[in-house]
């Protein structure tokens, strides 16, 4: 079966994908990408000794892709085999307390995001304003004022580049710049191009639980300054992300919990998406397997194939870890680290779409075990796949010291496998639901790629509705204009049933479906709160609240109409 791409995918294909003779036109197919991509990934094979199948990982690589079963992340896409070979999706960056180490981070951010990757940075480390500076006797202008230059220097690159330029930006809320932090983005016209996440240690938590205060500490001394009521703190927080989605909190210490290679260094931001914690100048490349693509249908029913699932979690644990080493790194720093955690994240698409087929509602409790039985089979395989790898090519290098370094335990690949990212982009071109995100709507205009509109109608509307025998013209026209199908005559309440979409699903179902993915889950869960216009701050806060109870390691909220350019979500997940 050849390639079969939507004219959705084609559109972002042509437009970000394809190798281009300048400004002319493309000189590539999708096939070609797909091709392009396959060759030079597998050349990886040649490393690890003379008898490596290397044309036969390259077929295998390519029949992934373009069965649209499994796609890398953008930059892989776009990137491998063509001249600038960075392959990775997001970086984490130190900025550290001093000018120097502060432009630095500025220089490889450009650096960085030239090269088509999208950067994470915690600001914590930096002297709250006002604070002494001793080197001139002058006072600092603290966090937020540094933050900009980042932010500028994003806005005069990103017209260069493949994509525009993503950042995310971290601040522990015991920082005594907390308050300024959180309340930056009440203009609009502040941080474009950041998304914003408040680091919630298990101190505030605590004090949150018990309604008291907690100290603010100064980085510079490690000593208190001053106090704050967590209450008050927190309600500040659930009330801006109420108004424009951000900031959105990361559980800091937990994420740290679950740090696999402590004895490198602490966790202290994300990528830009937030389901990619990092260690300073460690980055990360992603890929996702389409669930939609992992059904086979016994009779009328659609049952989900683990068999076919589980050779694609192999093909794609060895593609992702080939990448590694195939990526030409920004800098000597991300270089080593790189190769010295060996981290891949691979993850999902087209959950929504798995369990339309399997008739089972989104948010409901079996939609709940649906994904606990789907990830926890996907990280065991994961798992399996990387300690195969490490049989033929050896455990990651910073192996010894870390968390798997203990006895009768089998040595891995890679410090960590599993992330689900939200994959934007990633989704139009496989032509399924994002991520792990009930469908939008079954009938939407997509704004994306610089302001390009595309509409769509989900596509498995029309299968259910053959098999529910209530398919017309007329019923698929009432739909794409707006129609709601719960309220359409002769529809039956089981396929009504099935069709939800974003605002359908309880805040507090939304954090459920989360929390599900992320038990099973190395890195982190992207994964958007939706809510309606008319939600309230309280209904912020439940979700905030619950997400922690349940284990997550972050949460995002967005209530519908809240910033001007929305579209679907308002992040770009070109970087997934």
Same mark, same amino acid.
């Given at each position: 079966?050849?390639?079969? %791409?939507?004219?959705?995918?084609?559109?972002? %294909?042509?437009?970000?994908?394809?190798?281009?003779?300048?400004?002319?036109?493309?000189?590539?197919?999708?096939?070609?990408?797909?091709?392009?991509?396959?060759?030079?990934?597998?050349?990886?094979?040649? %490393?690890?000794?003379?008898?490596?199948?290397?044309?036969?990982?390259?077929?295998?690589?390519?029949?992934?892709?373009?069965?649209?079963?499994?796609?890398?992340?953008?930059?892989?896409?776009?990137?491998?085999?063509?001249?600038?070979?960075?392959?990775?999706?997001?970086?984490?960056?130190?900025?550290e307390d001093s000018i120097d180490s502060i432009f630095d981070s500025v220089k490889n951010t450009a650096v960085i995001h030239q090269s088509g990757g999208g950067t994470g940075f915690s600001f914590s480390r930096l002297r709250p304003a006002d604070d002494i500076v001793g080197s001139t006797g002058g006072l600092a202008s603290g966090p937020v004022s540094f933050m900009r230059v980042f932010n500028a220097a994003t806005e005069a690159i990103k017209q260069g580049g493949t994509r525009r330029g993503a950042n995310m930006g971290v601040l522990r809320v015991d920082h005594p710049d907390i308050v300024s932090f959180v309340t930056v983005k009440e203009d609009p016209a502040e941080f474009v191009n950041f998304n914003l996440s408040v680091a919630l240690t298990g101190e505030f938590m605590r004090a949150l639980e018990q309604d008291r205060d907690y100290a603010l500490i100064n980085p510079r001394t490690g000593a208190a300054a001053g106090r704050k009521g967590a209450r008050e703190v927190f309600d500040l927080i659930v009330l801006c992300a109420w108004r424009n989605g951000e900031p959105g909190v990361l559980f800091i210490?937990?994420?740290?919990?679950?740090?696999?290679?402590?004895?490198?260094?602490?966790?202290?931001?994300?990528?830009?998406?937030?389901?990619?914690?990092?260690?300073?100048?460690?980055?990360?490349?992603?890929?996702?397997?389409?669930?939609?693509?992992?059904m086979a249908k016994d009779g009328k029913d659609w049952r989900i194939d683990y068999e076919k699932l589980k050779k694609t979690i192999k093909t794609a644990v060895r593609f992702l870890d080939d990448v590694i080493d195939m990526s030409?790194?920004?800098v000597p720093e991300i270089d080593r680290m790189a190769k010295g955690n060996r981290k891949i994240g691979l993850g999902v698409m087209g959950f929504a779409d798995m369990l339309v087929r399997l008739r089972i509602p989104y948010g409901s409790e079996r939609s709940l075990m649906a994904a606990e039985d789907v990830m926890r089979f996907l990280e065991e395989a994961a798992w399996e796949a990387s300690s195969g790898l490490a049989g033929e090519r050896g455990p990651f290098p910073n192996f010894k010291?870390?968390?798997?370094?203990?006895?009768?335990?089998?040595?891995?690949?890679?410090?960590?496998?599993?992330?689900?990212?939200?994959?934007?982009?990633l989704s139009i071109i496989a032509g399924c639901s994002s991520g792990i995100e009930?469908?939008?709507? %079954?009938?939407?205009?997509?704004?994306?790629?610089?302001?390009?509109?595309?509409?769509?109608?989900?596509?498995?509307?029309?299968?259910?509705?053959?098999?529910?025998?209530?398919?017309?013209?007329?019923?698929?026209?009432?739909?794409?204009?707006?129609?709601?199908?719960?309220?359409?005559?002769?529809?039956?309440?089981?396929?009504?049933?099935?069709?939800?979409?974003?605002?359908?699903?309880?805040?507090e179902d939304h954090v459920r479906v989360q929390a599900a993915f992320q038990k099973y889950t190395d890195n982190a869960v992207s994964k958007t709160i939706n809510l309606p216009e008319d939600s309230t701050p309280e209904d912020v806060k439940r979700a905030y609240l619950l997400a922690?109870?349940?284990?997550?390691?972050?949460?995002?909220?967005?209530?519908?109409?809240?910033?001007?350019?929305q579209v679907l979500t308002c992040k770009d997940t070109l970087y997934c």
């Open positions: 079966m050849g390639l079969v %791409l939507t004219p959705n995918a084609l559109t972002v %294909l042509e437009r970000r994908y394809l190798k281009r003779d300048g400004p002319g036109g493309r000189v590539e197919t999708p096939e070609e990408m797909f091709r392009r991509v396959a060759v030079n990934i597998a050349h990886a094979e040649s %490393l690890y000794g003379q008898g490596a199948d290397i044309k036969g990982r390259e077929e295998e690589f390519f029949r992934a892709m373009t069965e649209l079963v499994f796609l890398p992340n953008s930059p892989t896409l776009m990137n491998a085999g063509r001249r600038l070979q960075q392959l990775a999706a997001c970086f984490v960056l130190p900025v210490d937990r994420i740290n919990e679950k740090n696999p290679t402590p004895h490198i260094g602490r966790i202290e931001a994300t990528n830009p998406c937030g389901e990619q914690p990092l260690l300073a100048f460690e980055p990360c490349n992603l890929g996702s397997i389409n669930l939609g693509k992992m030409r790194y920004p010291g870390s968390v798997f370094d203990s006895p009768g335990r089998k040595p891995v690949r890679n410090a960590t496998v599993t992330t689900v990212a939200p994959t934007g982009t009930p469908h939008y709507s %079954l009938s939407f205009t997509r704004r994306v790629l610089s302001g390009v509109e595309m509409s769509e109608l989900n596509p498995l509307l029309e299968e259910v509705a053959r098999e529910e025998g209530v398919y017309s013209v007329e019923l698929m026209d009432y739909v794409k204009t707006g129609g709601d199908l719960k309220k359409r005559p002769g529809v039956p309440d089981s396929m009504k049933k099935i069709f939800v979409t974003a605002f359908d699903v309880k805040p922690y109870e349940l284990g997550c390691k972050g949460v995002t909220v967005y209530r519908s109409g809240t910033r001007k350019e």
